[in-house]
Every structure is written in C-alpha cells, then in structure tokens.
C-alpha cells in the first residue's frame, strides 16, 4: 500500500475515502452491538425514577439559580 497525503486527494477521492470509512464503522457498529434486552431497558428506567430528585415546590429552577449566580 503507498501512503498518500490527504492534501494531495482531489475533493472527489477524499469524499470517497470518507464514504468508506463511514460505511464500515457504521457496519462494525451494528455487528459488534449487543441484542437490546426490553426487559433490561425497562428495568433501568425504572431504577432512574425510582433515583431522580424533585426538587420542593417553590425551589428556584436552575435558570434562576444561574441568574443569581451570575448577578453576584
């Protein structure tokens, strides 16, 4: 294989490189992921609510906290 700069490609030859390089992340990706387990996903979600803090009623939002911040 000769190594050639990327600077001397034309447009044309790097968008095929690029293309390609693409086309097989993209196809090593789905090959290597594992199946999706729906179980799995709604148990996780679950434990996210179950874990997710609400802040009180009348608790500043995080925009106002930020403006307080910023104003001090």
């Known amino acids: 294989m ?15 490189m690029i293309a390609q390089i693409v086309k097989e992340e993209t196809h090593h990706r789905l ?14 979600l679950d434990r996210m609510d179950r874990i997710r803090w609400t802040p009180p009623p009348g608790a500043p939002s995080v925009v106002e906290m930020l403006r307080e911040d910023r104003d001090r």
Do not use: C, G
């Open 2 to 16: 000769t190594t050639q700069r990327v600077a001397d490609l034309t447009m044309d030859e790097l968008r095929r």
């Open 31 to 44: 090959i290597s992921q594992r199946p999706i387990n729906p179980q799995r996903v709604r148990e996780i």
